[in-house]
Structure formats: C-alpha cells, structure tokens
C-alpha cells in the first residue's frame, strides 16, 4: 500500500508522519516549532525527522502533502504563517519538493483539516460544512456542495481574523478583536491561567464517530 509524507506545520508544533490511502498514521515525528526562532534552522528539525520516517518506511511515500498556518500564497509556493514570524515568504512547497525529492502539495492547514473531516472525520457524509481549528492560532476551511473552497488568494474560510470583539485584543496580525485573538489557546490561557484542553482522538472515539472511510470531498 503507497503512503504519503504528511506535515502538519503549526504555530506550536510539527507532526511529520506517514499515512497510508486510508488515512492511518503508519510512523509519526513531533517538533517544538518554537525550539528555533530561525526560519532555516526550524526547516532543517522538519527535513530530519522526515529523512528519519522516510528511512523507515517499507516503501517510499510516491508524495508528500503539507498543511501550514497561513497566510500563503496559491499552493504554499511561499508562506508567511502569522504564528512562525521566523518564516515570512518562505518557499515552503519548492523546499519541501527539493528536500523530500518528491512532488508536495502544500495548503491552509485548516483547509487541509476540512478535506480530512470530511473523509475521515466529523463531517463525513455532508457536503456543506466549515472546519475549524482552535489552537495555537485558530483558523478555518469551507466545503461547499461537496468541494473545499479554496478563495482567489487561496485563503478562503481563514476566519481566524474575523473581528469578533470590536476594539478586543490585539491580534499577532496587527488587528484587534480577531476571533484569533480572542479565542485561541494563547488567548484563552492569557484570559483564564488555565490551559487550554483539546480534543483527541478518545473523545473522538467516546463521541461515535465511525471509521466508515465515505468519499473525500474533492478540491
Ligand atoms: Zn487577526
């Protein structure tokens, strides 16, 4: 069965991982994103916990998909994640290709983890729905009529930056009041002193979703 390379690249942290076509994490790396406040340095953590996985691997992924924070441009050719300051125009999907040797798709992760609810998860079976992501950042992606919106930048569904609260908090993109800066991990624990729970794959379990794999929305 050909696997993929996945990353997942937030604020926080990188999962680097490889998944077969059904969607099961067969090996899995983590990062601290914030071990390194240099832009090169945290692509070398990234490329060495993936030269590790790929070591690994029985047989060697035919592609590499990457979700990154946003914003970016069309297809992650270069990205500026509000949460990693250290990448500002970085290119991320021709360093990615060249590092891995492979062909990579890059996009929003929250985009990305609309088409994975969608296939695997809380949203299989609907074709209208917003997946969000609250974490270090919060963001979002649009389904619609059974095909994620992807917006004329590339961006659509960010609703991270949505003013919520007019004159609210300061936001890491400069605004205040984004729903980003009033609601996300860092805020909550700035707003409370207490950390932030999230969800897992138990309470995924407790809550009955099944692992009927219906079809992916398409893009
Ligand atoms: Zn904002």
Redesign the pocket.
Known sequence: MRAVLALDIGGTKVDIGLVDSTGSVLRRRRIATTRTDNGTELWDDIASAGAEILSEAESGPVACGIGCGGPMSPNGEVVSPLNIPSWRDFPLRQVAAATFDMPVWVDNDAKALALAEGWRGAAAGSDNFLAMVVSTGVGGGLVVDGRLLDGALSNAGHI??VNVVPDGRE?????FG?L??EASGPAIVAMTGTEPQYANDSMRSAAGHSSAAPSPPTR
């Open positions: 991270g930056h936001c890491v993109c400069g605004a984004c980003e800066a």
